[in-house]
């Protein structure tokens, strides 16, 4: 089974700086989707950014990127020019390619964000 | 367009008594998922659906929880004979095929049972 890790229960950052969340997994297969969602206090998830592990080329999504450390499994998000509505949890997720398990998302416990002036 | 929605927003009941929580789906999406978040922890996957059937129901943790779709598009997630345990934000998300599709979800089901 599939595990996913966020080690860090809450970070702060001030507004227009950069601040780096980190997500470890745990896999045996080869191909899977990773993912970055953010869930502020309204609850609803929101996708802020996604990598399939074949790509070598990390993802960016605007002030949004990851380092996607495939060897190490891990994948990290950073944060560039933070905002003040940034802040939110933020959870990792894993994604199976298998045909039998690519239903679900496995989720981290999240990392708390604040923005601070 | 409109997204994923999902009523009722809050739901308080008794232990003991039955719940039914709806998610209406994006419009044109076939698949369907729900998800159960407990205080501080992630989403945990429940139950997914391939238009009308339930193609992986591996995480409903026991027969109180049951979940239909039977027009393929809005889903009810039905608990019976609620526990305290059973209290948590209940997720609904949809996606366009499934499989390698991104979800989209909605804004849950905070159910508490007191």
């Known amino acids: 089974a599939q595990t996913v890790t966020q080690s860090q229960p809450e970070m702060s950052v001030q507004e227009a700086e950069t601040v780096t969340l980190s997500c470890t997994y745990d896999?045996?297969?080869?191909?899977?989707?990773l993912f970055w969602y953010k869930q502020p206090p309204s609850r609803q998830m929101i996708l802020v950014i996604r990598q399939e592990a074949y790509k070598q080329q990390n993802a960016t999504e605007n002030r949004f990127s990851v380092n996607f450390q495939k060897a190490a499994k891990s994948f990290s998000l950073k944060i560039s020019d933070s905002q003040l509505g940034d802040a939110a949890m933020y959870f990792c997720?894993?994604?199976?390619?298998?045909?039998?398990?690519?239903?679900?998302?496995?989720f981290g416990t999240g990392t708390r964000l604040q923005v601070t002036l | 367009g409109a997204g994923v929605s999902q009523t009722p927003s809050n739901k308080v009941t008794e232990k003991g008594k039955y719940v039914e929580l709806r998610c209406d789906p994006i419009s044109g999406h076939t698949a369907l998922y729900w998800y159960r978040q407990s205080l501080g922890q992630g989403p945990e996957f429940l139950i997914y659906f391939q238009g009308t059937g339930a193609a992986d129901d591996s995480g409903l943790p026991n027969d109180r929880f049951f979940a239909v779709r039977p027009e393929g598009s809005v889903s009810t997630l039905k608990i019976q004979r609620t526990e305290r345990g059973d209290s948590a934000v209940y997720l609904c998300?949809?996606?366009?095929?499934?499989?390698?599709?991104?979800?989209?979800f909605g804004p849950g089901t905070r159910l508490t049972v007191l």
């Open positions: 896999t045996s297969e080869s191909d899977y989707y």
């Open positions: 998300a949809s996606s366009l095929y499934g499989f390698t599709d991104t979800q989209y």
């Open positions: 997720a894993y994604r199976s390619m298998s045909t039998g398990t690519a239903s679900k998302l496995t």
